[in-house]
């Protein structure tokens, strides 16, 4: 993301829980179907965290399996709104939930992913971060698939939403940083991440008056792309289930 000169009148907030210095994926045997209809017994035992201020608080959770990785933002929201409709447009510049997922730890050819309330995506191998950044959109999460569900009850892009995911492993495959992983990742293995959200209450017409580009964990510089921001994802073994 290219923050450029709205940095200087966003709000940059991060909330972490006490001692969440890292994150722990926690292991599912729930099919993807179930997990991509945001169902709360299906991800109730995912660690959650919460960022950004009250009015457009973000959690984010994330369970993995044998097949792969389900994410899940839950965005607090008034009024929430998207114009762009292609795969791999700007998202950033409109409303979007993020992640980057660094496999590798390395900071160089992790993987993007925005989606923004219309369930639009955008998918980048980020080859190299802040300052000098270079983005390769022709990359793309192989198996990807999304969801954006309104709060029940509420008109679609009314009020809060939720927006899930699940990626496959062999999607990472295409990674340089993949060579040497296992994919699956095994118990214990560590990547990094971190997540983020922009909101801009000034709308289509007005996107950068008053936006919030929050992250939970705070980068150093007036950019997402930050590695040394980024922190362990730590996958763990299924509940019940030994190492």
Same mark, same amino acid.
């Given at each position: 993301?290219?923050?450029?000169?709205?940095?200087?009148?966003?709000?940059?907030?991060?909330?972490?829980?006490?001692?969440?210095?890292? #994150?722990?994926? @926690?292991?599912?045997?729930?099919?993807?179907?179930?997990?991509?209809?945001?169902?709360?017994?299906?991800?109730?035992?995912?660690?959650?965290?919460?960022?950004?201020?009250?009015? #457009?608080?973000?959690?984010?959770?994330?369970?993995?399996?044998?097949?792969?990785?389900?994410?899940?933002?839950?965005?607090?929201?008034?009024?929430?709104?998207?114009?762009?409709?292609?795969?791999?447009?700007?998202?950033?510049?409109?409303?979007?939930?993020?992640?980057?997922?660094?496999?590798?730890?390395?900071?160089?050819? #992790?993987?993007?992913?925005?989606?923004?309330?219309?369930?639009?995506?955008?998918?980048?191998?980020?080859?190299?971060?802040?300052?000098?950044?270079?983005?390769?959109?022709?990359?793309?999460?192989?198996?990807?698939?999304?969801?954006?569900?309104?709060?029940?009850?509420?008109?679609?892009?009314?009020?809060?939403?939720?927006?899930?995911?699940?990626?496959?492993?062999?999607?990472?495959?295409?990674?340089?940083?993949?060579?040497?992983?296992?994919?699956?990742?095994?118990?214990?293995?560590?990547?990094?991440?971190?997540?983020?959200?922009?909101?801009?209450?000034?709308?289509?017409?007005?996107?950068?008056?008053?936006? @919030?580009?929050?992250?939970?964990?705070?980068?150093?510089?007036?950019?997402?792309?930050?590695?040394?921001?980024?922190?362990?994802?730590?996958?763990?073994?299924?509940?019940?289930?030994?190492?």
């Amino acid at each position: 993301m290219n923050w450029a000169g709205a940095f200087l009148s966003a709000a940059l907030i991060a909330t972490t829980m006490p001692g969440s210095g890292s #994150y722990r994926v @926690v292991a599912t045997n729930h099919p993807r179907a179930a997990l991509l209809a945001a169902g709360a017994e299906e991800w109730n035992p995912a660690m959650a965290v919460t960022w950004g201020p009250g009015k #457009y608080q973000t959690t984010f959770r994330a369970l993995w399996s044998a097949d792969g990785l389900s994410l899940r933002f839950d965005a607090t929201d008034d009024h929430p709104w998207f114009t762009m409709t292609r795969r791999d447009d700007h998202l950033w510049e409109e409303e979007v939930v993020e992640v980057f997922l660094d496999i590798d730890r390395s900071g160089r050819n #992790y993987a993007e992913l925005e989606i923004s309330p219309g369930n639009v995506v955008c998918d980048v191998r980020m080859v190299q971060p802040h300052p000098d950044k270079q983005m390769d959109f022709d990359w793309n999460i192989d198996g990807l698939e999304t969801r954006t569900l309104a709060t029940p009850g509420r008109p679609p892009l009314s009020g809060n939403w939720t927006a899930l995911a699940f990626i496959p492993w062999s999607a990472f495959r295409s990674l340089p940083s993949a060579k040497s992983l296992a994919l699956p990742p095994r118990p214990g293995d560590q990547w990094r991440f971190n997540v983020f959200r922009v909101k801009r209450p000034g709308g289509p017409l007005a996107p950068e008056r008053g936006a @919030v580009e929050v992250a939970w964990s705070k980068p150093s510089q007036p950019s997402f792309h930050v590695p040394s921001a980024f922190r362990s994802f730590i996958f763990e073994a299924e509940p019940g289930r030994r190492k």
